[in-house]
């Protein structure tokens, strides 16, 4: 069966992938889609094959999957006769980080719950939210202590 020749633009491509040309090149720079052809005036074109990997590229990346779990799960999808019990354990594992980082946000939400609800309204200088952000040891939850910067 002959190939399709790329038929489209990478402004299209990124319009059906639903993200930007910028998005399209950066996937392309670090090799998760595969280079362009090009026109005479240098132009990227695409075929469909591009579509449905960037497609997958953005729903993965919807799913939080990280881009290194993205370049796994497409070299196994290039090959539809290989098991799938290592497709099962990225996204097993991947599961366990949101369980986990959910853990985490709960606990957190908790705590700011907490500060919020002891906040007096009064002055500044004796602000409860103020006075647990500026001491550790007045928050409960120990994963206050890492917060929503460690959450990735």
Do not use: N, W
């Not at 998760?32 to 074109?45: I, K, M, P």
């Not at 799960?73 to 006769?81: F, G």
């Not at 007096?120 to 647990?132: D, F, L, M, N, T």
Request: hydrophobic share 35%; net charge negative; charged share 30%.
């Amino acid at each position: 069966m002959p190939e399709i020749s790329p038929t489209i633009g990478i402004g299209e491509l990124a319009r059906r992938a639903g993200c930007k040309p910028e998005t399209v090149r950066y996937y392309e720079r670090i090799g998760l889609v595969g280079d362009a052809s090009r026109t005479e005036g240098g132009q990227r074109r695409y075929g469909e094959e591009a579509v449905r990997r960037l497609t997958f590229i953005r729903h993965a990346r919807d799913f939080g999957f990280s881009v290194d779990a993205v370049r796994e799960l497409l070299a196994m999808s290039d090959q539809p006769d290989m098991p799938c019990q290592e497709v099962d354990a990225v996204a097993k594992h991947h599961l366990e980080e949101v369980e986990s980082r959910l853990q985490r946000l709960s606990a957190l939400r908790d705590e700011l719950r907490r500060m919020v609800s002891q906040c007096a309204g009064g002055k500044v200088e004796s602000c409860r939210i103020i006075e647990v952000l500026s001491d550790h040891q007045l928050c409960i939850s120990e994963a206050a202590h890492k917060g929503a910067h460690d959450l990735g």
